[in-house]
Every structure is written in C-alpha cells, then in structure tokens.
C-alpha cells in the first residue's frame, strides 16, 4: 500500500520562513510533487524532485531524501497569499504507469 | 493557453439519481486523470486515460462509475446511480506524457452532494 503522510496545519508570520514536511512509503517510487491549492480552485504544481537534494525555485524549495522517504517543501519570505494547502504526492512507479498518491494536505495559515 | 476545465462546478442530486461530470483537458494532452476526494480524506486516483484508451482504471470504486473519452478529447465521468457515499469532489488532471517529469495539471473539480 500507500502511506504518506504530512502535518495537517501549520501557521507561519508573514516575512518568515516555513517548512512543510512530507513522508513516504511507497512500492515504487518517480518522482515527488508538490503543489499549492487554495480554497475552491485547482491544485496548482509548484515542484518536482525525483533525485535526491535541492530544488530552488524562487520563494520555494522543495528537498528529498529516497534513502529516507522524505522530503520538504520550503517557503521563505512569507505572504499572506501564501496561505494555502500545500499537497504532497508521489508517483508510483510500481502500480500505474502515471497516477499521484497524495497526502491529505497541510493548511498554512500566514499572519500577520 | 487554456487550463483543465471541469463541468459543472456543482451538483446536488438524490440518491438513486445519474450524474455526469465532463472535463476538457489542456490541448494536446494526451493523458487524462480522474481523481477524487473524500470530506477529510486525500485525493485519490479513479482513472487514466492515454488518449481514447483506458491505461489504468484501477482506482474505480464499483461498476456504477462509467468514464468515457471518445475521440481521445474531452472526457466524462458518469455516477449511476448515485450513492450517498459518492458526495465528494472530483478533480480532472492532463499532461502531456512525453515522459520526464510529465507534469498533472489540474482542474478546479466538480463538488457533487448526494442527498
């Protein structure tokens, strides 16, 4: 089966720096994505990551570690649009030839 | 470019009631996903289309979901009949499937309440 996990909410102070962390256990694995959603609108990508290390892309980041199942998604510089729900999915390479297995999601809250 | 669109946004019908949500993906994608998800659950894959072909359809709950893709362009997802347990919302995704990283690109969903 499937299992991967990520903090349901978090809440952050605009300016900061925030880090959502995702696990995973997984029968096969290619590739990690997150993607940001906003209430009522389409999950959006943000990041891929299929090797391990650092991805940085603008205010985002996104890391991983396949030894460890793990990775991060890292925002700096906060804004208030940031608040969201940041989706971790992987891509299994054993069971499909393409489809997502997601978390439930993590609620970032930016305040003031 | 025009994104993934989904239709209809909403849809309220009764028990026992057939609904069909359709979804137009981005031009040129050959490959279509349906996921689904649950109040407080995780979005969960349904099915993958690779043009007018089903590539994967081992997420489909039971024999009352039917998708179609006739013509390998727009696709829908009919419920029949519809279960209270089917509430929920249902996202469509395309990608290219050129391989590499082979981006989903998502709709906004259908957001269907069975009563």
């Known amino acids: 089966g499937q299992n991967i996990d990520q903090p349901t909410e978090m809440t952050a102070t605009e300016g900061a720096i925030v880090q959502i962390n995702c696990t995973y256990q997984?029968?096969?694995?290619?590739?990690l994505f997150w993607y940001q959603q906003h209430a009522g609108e389409a999950p959006t990508f943000l990041s891929y990551?299929?090797?391990?290390g650092l991805e940085e892309k603008g205010r985002f980041s996104s890391f991983l570690s396949r030894s460890k199942g793990y990775s991060y998604l890292l925002l700096k510089e906060l804004q208030m649009k940031d608040s969201a729900s940041y989706l971790c999915?992987?891509?299994?390479?054993?069971?499909?030839?393409?489809?997502?297995?997601f978390g439930t999601g993590t609620r970032l809250t930016v305040i003031p | 470019e025009a994104g993934v669109t989904q239709f209809p946004s909403h849809s309220v019908i009764e028990k026992g009631q057939t609904v069909t949500l359709r979804c137009d993906p981005i031009?040129?994608?050959?490959?279509l996903y349906w996921y689904r998800r649950v109040m407080g659950k995780e979005i969960k894959f349904l099915l993958h289309?690779?043009?007018?072909?089903?590539?994967?359809e081992s997420g489909m709950p039971n024999n009352r979901f039917l998708a179609e893709r006739t013509g390998g362009t727009y696709s829908t997802l009919k419920v029949q009949p519809a279960e209270l347990e089917d509430s929920g919302v249902y996202f469509c995704?395309?990608?290219?499937?050129?391989?590499?990283?082979?981006?989903?690109?998502f709709g906004p969903g259908t957001r269907l309440t069975v009563l």
């Open positions: 995704a395309s990608s290219q499937g050129t391989g590499g990283v082979d981006t989903q690109y």
């Open positions: 997984t029968s096969g694995f290619n590739g």
């Open positions: 990551n299929v090797l391990d």
């Open positions: 999915a992987v891509r299994d390479q054993g069971t499909g030839a393409n489809n997502l297995f």
């Open positions: 031009s040129g994608h050959d490959n």
């Open positions: 289309f690779v043009k007018e072909s089903k590539q994967d």
